[in-house]
Structure formats: structure tokens, C-alpha cells
């Protein structure tokens, strides 16, 4: 088992990298985001959050996508945000 300590995706500040260790969502959702290749051991970085907080756009697999606080509170990541 790892030891690493985890957060969620929506923990990870502004130009910080983490990296995807589970998904917990379900449904159409989960699977729009293991399309887009986010799934465990996938590289994301956060790049900028909206003035209001949400969206958030992050780089995966270089691809740039916004995603709603909700949704990557439940992508948990690896590694201090």
C-alpha cells in the first residue's frame, strides 16, 4: 500500500503538478474524463482558476480543459498539492 499522502484535484494550486491516483465519479462523467486520458498515473497541471473559483483549467496529456470544482473534488491525486 502507498503511504503517500493524497488530495483531490481541486486542492492543487496554480501551476502546481500532481499526479491522478482514482477517479471517484461515475456515470457519463467518468467516462468523458478517462476519454480525455485522465486516469490513474496521468499528469495534470493546474494552470488557471476563473475570478469567481470555478472552472479550473488544468493540462492533461497536453490537452488544456476547464473542469468544475465539484467534479475534481472527487479525482483524487498523489503528492502534496
Do not use: K, N, W
Not at 471517484?24 to 467516462?31: I, Q
Not at 469567481?52 to 498523489?78: F, H, K, M, N, Q
Request: net charge positive; charged share 25%.
Amino acid at each position: 500500500m502507498d503511504s503517500q499522502p493524497f488530495f483531490t484535484l481541486s486542492a492543487l494550486d496554480e501551476g502546481a503538478e500532481a499526479r491522478v491516483r482514482a477517479l471517484h465519479l461515475s456515470g457519463g462523467m467518468r467516462r468523458r474524463l478517462q476519454d480525455l486520458g485522465l486516469v490513474a498515473g496521468t499528469r495534470v497541471t493546474c494552470l488557471q482558476r476563473a475570478c469567481s473559483g470555478d472552472p479550473t483549467a488544468y493540462r492533461i496529456r497536453g490537452a488544456v480543459i476547464a473542469l468544475r470544482t465539484d467534479d475534481t473534488a472527487r479525482i483524487e491525486i498523489g503528492g502534496a498539492p
